[in-house]
Nanobody, 118 residues
Framework: QVQLVESGGGLVQPGGSLRLSCAVS???????????MGWYRQAPGKQRELVAR???????YYADSVKGRFTISRDNAKKMMFLQMNSLKPEDTAVYYC?????????WGQGTQVTVSS
């Protein structure tokens, strides 16, 4: 069974930084390496949105709201994905999830809470 476990969230002041990690289990690194992946977030009362994605060729995409502040990366050998978040804003407050892109329903995990507040 494939599981994705997010970590690294927390409470941070505006302008601060966090690095989120996504650990993948249940499949090999070689299989993981061919999957396009993404970071998603869901704020209270809002739909879950894709904020960043990375392809098997390490091409990346960012939502306009985070472009220039967030960086997505992956380590296929470790079956991990990361989201470096800098210059955080209160609007970034959400639960952050990793998943394939397009998302696979059964892969949704618990997410990690990011709260940006002074």
């Amino acid at each position: 069974q494939v599981q994705l476990v997010e970590s690294g969230g927390g409470l941070v002041q505006p302008g601060g930084s966090l690095r989120l990690s996504c650990a993948v289990s249940g499949l090999s690194g070689s299989i993981f390496s061919i999957y396009d992946m993404g970071w998603y977030r869901q704020a209270p009362g809002k739909q879950r949105e894709l904020v960043a994605r990375i392809t098997d060729r390490s091409s990346s995409y960012y939502a306009d709201s985070v472009k220039g502040r967030f960086t997505i990366s992956r380590d296929n050998a470790k079956k991990m994905m990361f989201l470096q978040m800098n210059s955080l804003k209160p609007e970034d407050t959400a639960v952050y999830y990793c998943n394939r892109n397009p998302a696979v329903y059964d892969y949704w995990g618990q997410g990690t809470q990011v709260t940006v507040s002074s």
